[in-house]
């Protein structure tokens, strides 16, 4: 029994000096014009879903965070914190988006990855070493609206988008809701076709 307790310290010390060497040798490259490995990239990816999954478990998911008021609502609040990186219905991500790595997904797949209580967990811890911000800042009835926009995407046109964004100025003119410059979306990489969703 000794033997097997000095053996395996042993095998710890050596792993942890070798890590120690690894990390300070220099020879990750940790630019981000240079992709991952595919060995890296699986763990980096599995280790990202499993922590979401475990610390989103516990996640009450509210009554009625979908509702059309609500998604309308949720619009200016995408357009200005999602859509610059990640695109939305009609209008492309901006340039520099090109150049992270990861490179940010397509949001109009998350709903089949990820539970809405998980969604939720996402855009208010944000993630580390992705550029994804923590939106905490921002309340959870604005993010849970958000979640629920999320979650109609996949069926959304670019005018339901359009539409929506119509909405959402008519109201923030009204004095309900965030006044925001669509052309902010335009400048960040949106076509010249796109320019029927300015207000």
């Known amino acids: 029994m000794k ?10 010390v050596l792993a942890l000096i070798g890590a120690a060497a690894f990390v300070y040798s220099g020879v990750f490259n940790v630019a981000a014009a240079e992709p991952h ?3 890296v990239y699986s763990v980096l990816q599995t280790a990202r879903i499993r922590s979401i999954k475990a610390r989103a478990a516990g996640i009450v998911v509210p009554d009625g ?15 200005e914190h999602c859509a610059t ?19 940010p997904p397509d949001l109009k797949r998350v709903k089949d990855r990820y539970t809405p ?32 926009l999320l979650e109609r995407l996949p069926s959304m046109t670019d005018k339901d988008f359009n539409d929506l964004w119509m909405q959402a100025q008519a109201q923030a003119k009204g004095g309900r809701g965030m006044q925001m410059d669509r052309m902010d979306m335009h400048g960040a990489g949106g076509s010249d076709s796109e320019k029927q969703h300015k207000p």
Do not use: Q
């Open 85 to 103: 990186c990640h695109g939305a219905p009609g209008t492309k991500p901006a340039e520099f988006a090109k150049g992270m790595n990861p490179r």
């Open 117 to 148: 209580a998980e969604l939720f967990w996402i855009v208010k811890n944000g993630i580390k070493m992705t550029g994804m911000p923590s939106m905490a800042d921002d309340g959870d009835p604005m993010l849970w609206a958000t979640v629920g």
């Open 3 to 12: 033997t097997v307790v000095l053996t395996t310290l042993s095998l710890i």
């Open 37 to 39: 490995s595919a060995f």
């Open 65 to 79: 965070y979908d509702t059309e008021p609500k998604i309308v609502g949720a619009v200016g609040h995408f357009v």
